[in-house]
């Protein structure tokens, strides 16, 4: 004689879309708060996967910066009115207390508060452009940082 087994019906819940059997926790939801518990994940989900971003606002442009703290530089240029100007070789990025500093071996060469800078990644992903009020020289300055490759 075989034995039936008692049919548990199952629940899929938001955050991993796998089924579960009915837990202590969802027997004491009823359907409403399955629902809203269920509408409220998928909010935190959609949040993550398309975050609200104002490019122009302090902390979009702070995270922006700090993506790119401790990267080595191989050649960093200015953009100036006649052309491209090296500046110098062998530089690291560096974000710290509220600055974005560009330092070779032996000078800082760009620092710039963190809140005013605007960092854009180049096409190739080879480097950033960081433009803003240059503390060092008094002026608004539009510097290209490439990074080094390892192979």
Do not use: Q, W
């Not at 579960?20 to 809203?36: N, Y």
């Amino acid at each position: 004689m075989s034995r039936k087994r008692a049919y548990f019906p199952r629940i899929f819940s938001a955050f991993d879309f796998t089924p579960f059997r009915r837990s202590f926790f969802g027997a004491l939801l009823d359907r409403k708060e399955r629902k809203i518990y269920n509408i409220l994940m998928f909010s935190k989900i959609y949040k993550k996967l398309f975050p609200d971003r104002y490019y122009a606002s302090a902390t979009y442009r702070r995270e922006a910066a700090a993506k790119y703290d401790n990267k080595l530089l191989k050649c960093v240029t200015e953009r100036r009115e006649d052309g491209d100007v090296v500046l110098c070789r062998d530089a690291y990025i560096c974000v710290k207390a509220g600055f974005v500093f560009v330092n070779s071996e032996t000078a800082s060469i760009f620092k710039c508060r963190d809140e005013e800078t605007r960092c854009g990644e180049l096409m190739s992903h080879d480097g950033v452009i960081f433009t803003g009020n240059d503390e060092i020289e008094g002026k608004e300055r539009s510097i290209i940082c490439y990074f080094k490759y390892y192979r």
